[in-house]
């Protein structure tokens, strides 16, 4: 058996357990049989397995069985020796559900009516009987595999096996076959069991593809069976001739309650029009008062701020009056006292009660790392430029990179450990500083695995508070957070400013921009730059221009885990 016959069982066992009571094992046994019982790995692989079985919830069958067909595709290509191990846990698993195992054995059944003539060669077996029939289960079956066994079956064979699943079933193992099979096997059921089916698809644009199809006389027996809107709607998806003929084939009376919801849909569009309108005014207007909230704070905190400094200057001159001011402006230091603090660090205690939104005065010229970086990786909506674990990653390697510049960490045999008992002005960076202090020492790799989740996070709350993101509950694709920036051109200097040295590349850049440019390349987060090149083109630059960097052998190392602990994952490209 091919590589690719024998992952296309694989998957079709392994999502029929899905549905399963055994799943928990079927799960187990391939984990381990892919890591090669590996206890780190197999519990990665675990999660992967049970995401593809919490897809199911939200995606379609079809995608959730391509998506692990082409894994199990991969993993065995890159690595023959699973194979034999592998073809018999496939044969475990249909046991186990009810599937038919797979066999690599070549079976040749002849039938005839008078006699049989059989030349062999070597060793061979010939058996002579009745050819018996074979009980198909449907039920355990997945909609793909299903649909290929109807493309195989005779006409009616396929229409008998077809009304005799339930409807949402019939409905999705419908959708996997070829557009003239389907249209086929529709016309030969009942009517009404016809529109039932098209009304349970999933994507309603290949009901209507089915439909054109048919007959015209037929179709329009079916959707005559449907509500007006939903005829309404597979119409339009048609072309228009087709439409046209459909629409003559009804009745008067059908076809003028389908012009009454052509209408109640034109009025429906206008509405949602109108109130897309009135949420983007909304939206200004939210962020004009987000904007004068800040603008007054920052006027009532600069007006105390100068009056602190006239009550300071005023008590200054009282004191020179009496002869002691000069001495009290200007103390002198003892040889005893501490040298004062390096550039950066004595101004953490104020920028930690500062909003994040507050430009940090740093050799970079903006946000601190994290935050330039969790806002290039966000478009103007609030949706990830990039796939989520890729961002994550990003978030928490930029913590480490600060902590590193900040000199707090040091990295020793690839593991990030604290050079002494401080503490870090930042809150973000205080939790990593803490908690690398409270842990064994631990591979940068496996670190930013087990903590960027928690890191994104904190880093979403921390901006959400200071009012410089906007997060926004989803609920399709999938459940989730968007993070609207509420300041765009604050959002967008990080990225200006990379291109800026894009285009007129400096010998060394400052080490803040330096690491952003690297976690940007690192990531694939160049789509995010505002330039009019191909990406490819913006791809070669960024490389370049991080390669003529010379980093501190800490944040390289810090770097180099970013990447590795990506090299990890199955990483999907998100296209906007």
Known sequence: MDVTALAESGATAVITAMASEAWAWTRGELARLLTGSDRAREADEIARLDGYAGDLTTMAERDVYNRVHGYLEARLSDD??????????????????????????????????????VNLAGNAQVHVGTPSSTLINWTAMPAPEAARLLEKMDIPAAVEALTNMEPGAAARRLSHLRTDRASDLLSQVDEEFAAKLLLLMSAPAQAATFLAEMQPSRAAAVLDLTTADWTVARLAEMEPSQAVLLLGEMGAMRAENLLDAMER????????????????QVRIRTTFDLAQQEADAIRAAA???????????????????RGIGTARALPVAAEDDPPPSPVGEADQSTAATQPATAPIEDDGGGFLLPVEYFLLGHDSDGRARIEQTAL??????????????????????????????GTCGDPLGDFVFRSLAAASPMPIQAWLRLGRRELFLRTAQQLAESGTIVPLSRRWPRHGKDYRPTNEASASEPGIRLVRHLMAPADQLDEHTSLLAALVNITQLHAA????????????????????????????AVLNGVAAALAAEVMTPRLH
């Open 80 to 117: 023959v020796t699973l194979r034999d191990d592998f073809f018999s846990l496939v044969r475990k698993i249909c046991v186990e559900v009810g599937l038919e195992p797979p066999t690599s054995a070549v079976v040749q059944q002849i039938t005839t009516n008078n006699g049989m003539v």
């Open 265 to 280: 849909q034109q009025t429906v569009s206008l509405l949602r029009a109108v109130g897309k309108v009135l949420t983007d």
């Open 303 to 321: 007006r105390e701020e100068a009056a602190q400094i006239r009550e300071e200057a005023e008590r200054l001159r009282e004191e020179a009056a």
């Open 392 to 421: 994550e990653t990003g978030v928490a390697g930029a913590v480490l990179c600060e902590l590193s510049r900040a000199h707090l960490i040091a990295v020793s045999d690839g593991c990030a450990v604290p050079v002494d008992s």
């Open 529 to 556: 730059l505002p330039v009019d090149l191909r990406l490819k083109r913006t791809r070669q630059l960024l490389a370049g221009l991080v390669k003529a960097q010379t980093l501190h052998p800490d944040q390289a």
